[in-house]
Every structure is written in structure tokens, then in C-alpha cells.
């Protein structure tokens, strides 16, 4: 079966600090794999999406990044991180052609 | 711009009665529907999706209708139980590349 894991669960962060979070799925091959934010009071944000290794799509100009190294990892990662940047980032991947996306349990990011 | 859109915030139901959640989209491109269920500090997870072809779907309790015309769609949830009280996402697709969530709608199943 799929799963997929994020680490860090929780992660405090001062302002200027660089971001590096972590996807990984196991037991698939070639996922669709996605970034979402989720901030205070707001639904899903979509991030960055990708369809496979080195394709990156960005769907918010912001000062964040992606890459896809391999196959089933995507990372998401900042140079210089601001406090508007705090909130629960959500990595999930989707099969190709298919349209149910699985969500990883997130990761809860404060930016102080 | 917020193409999904869900007005209510929250919702209290009684439990055994039915739960109704609202969603309301701009896009007539999308052709995909999907709702999610989302505990605190946890991932969503997958419930029930409709395909634009169609205009209900059914599994189990919950039950997902397409208004294409109006561009709504509602999950209906009967008999409600306590479990269910979580915040509900509904999201879209158009191609199924991207997908565009609401801001979701937290369900309280009174006992």
C-alpha cells in the first residue's frame, strides 16, 4: 500500500532563517505530487505541483521553492523565511491520470 | 481570486439527523469534485468526488450532488454521528493537474 511521510511534525523558525521540508511517498511509482499551505483561518493553498522529476509548477509567487530530486521525494525549502510564511504545509501526491490526491499528516511551521 | 468557495464556516447538527455542506465554484472548467475530511493537525483525507458528468454520488452516509448549472455541489451526510465532526473540504479539477480548495466548513455533531 501508499504511504506518505513529512518531517518535521512542528517546526519553530526565526525570521531570515532557511526552510527544508520533506515528502516521501513509498509504494507508488511516478506520483503527481503537490505542496499546500493551510493558514489560520483559510482553506488549502496550492503551493507547487509536479509531474515528475525536475518539473515544478508554481502556483504563488511567493519566496518559496520546490524540487523533486527522485521520483517520490519533493522538497519544499526557503532561502529567507517572513512571519507571513507561518502555517500547516501539506505535501500529497495523486496517481497519474486519477484525480484522488492523499495527503501527508503536515507540517506545522511558526515563523517567530 | 477564490474559485471554490464555501460560505459557512461552521455547522451544528444533532446527531442521527442530516449534515448538508455547501461548496460554490466559478470555473465552468472544472470537470472533477472532490470533498475531504480534516482533523486538527492532521492531513485531509479523501471522502467521496463526483465527476461532471454526473450529478450525484453515493457512498455510504454521505452523498455528493452536482448542480452544474449553478455551479454548487452539496455533501450530505445521514445519519450524522459524533465521528463525523471535523472540517470539510471541497476541492476541484479541471484536468486534474491542479486543484482548487474551499476554505472549509467545520462540522459539530451534537450527541
Known amino acids: 500500500s501508499q504511504t506518505i511521510h513529512q518531517w518535521p511534525a512542528t517546526l519553530v523558525q526565526p525570521v531570515g532563517s532557511p526552510l527544508s521540508l520533506e515528502c516521501t511517498v513509498e509504494?507508488?511509482?511516478?506520483?503527481?505530487l503537490y505542496w499546500y499551505r493551510q493558514a489560520a483561518g483559510r482553506g488549502l493553498q496550492l503551493l507547487f505541483y509536479?509531474?515528475?522529476?525536475?518539473?515544478i509548477s508554481s502556483e504563488v509567487p511567493q519566496n518559496l521553492s520546490a524540487s523533486r530530486p527522485q521520483d517520490r521525494q519533493f522538497i519544499l525549502s526557503s532561502k529567507k523565511l517572513l512571519l507571513s510564511d507561518s502555517g500547516f504545509y501539506l505535501c500529497?501526491?495523486?496517481?497519474?491520470?486519477?484525480?484522488?490526491?492523499?495527503f501527508g499528516p503536515g507540517t506545522r511551521l511558526t515563523v517567530t | 481570486d477564490q474559485q471554490v468557495k464555501q460560505n459557512s464556516p461552521s455547522l451544528s447538527v444533532q446527531e442521527g439527523r442530516i449534515s448538508i455542506l455547501n461548496c460554490d465554484y466559478t470555473?465552468?472548467?472544472?470537470?472533477?469534485f472532490l470533498w475531504y475530511k480534516k482533523y486538527p493537525a492532521e492531513g485531509p483525507t479523501f471522502l467521496i468526488s463526483?465527476?461532471?458528468?454526473?450529478d450525484k454520488n453515493e457512498d455510504g452516509r454521505f452523498t455528493v450532488f452536482l448542480n452544474k448549472s449553478a455551479k454548487h455541489l452539496s455533501l450530505h451526510i445521514v445519519p450524522s454521528q459524533p465521528g463525523d465532526s471535523a472540517v470539510y473540504f471541497c476541492?476541484?479539477?479541471?484536468?486534474?493537474?491542479?486543484?482548487?480548495f474551499g476554505t472549509g466548513t467545520s462540522l459539530t455533531v451534537i450527541p
Open positions: 476541492a476541484a479539477s479541471a484536468k486534474g493537474n491542479q486543484f482548487y
Open positions: 463526483i465527476s461532471s458528468i454526473k
Open positions: 509536479s509531474v515528475g522529476i525536475g518539473q
Open positions: 500529497a501526491w495523486s496517481g497519474t491520470g486519477l484525480y484522488e490526491q492523499y
Open positions: 509504494g507508488t511509482s511516478n506520483p503527481n
Open positions: 470555473n465552468s472548467m472544472f470537470d472533477y
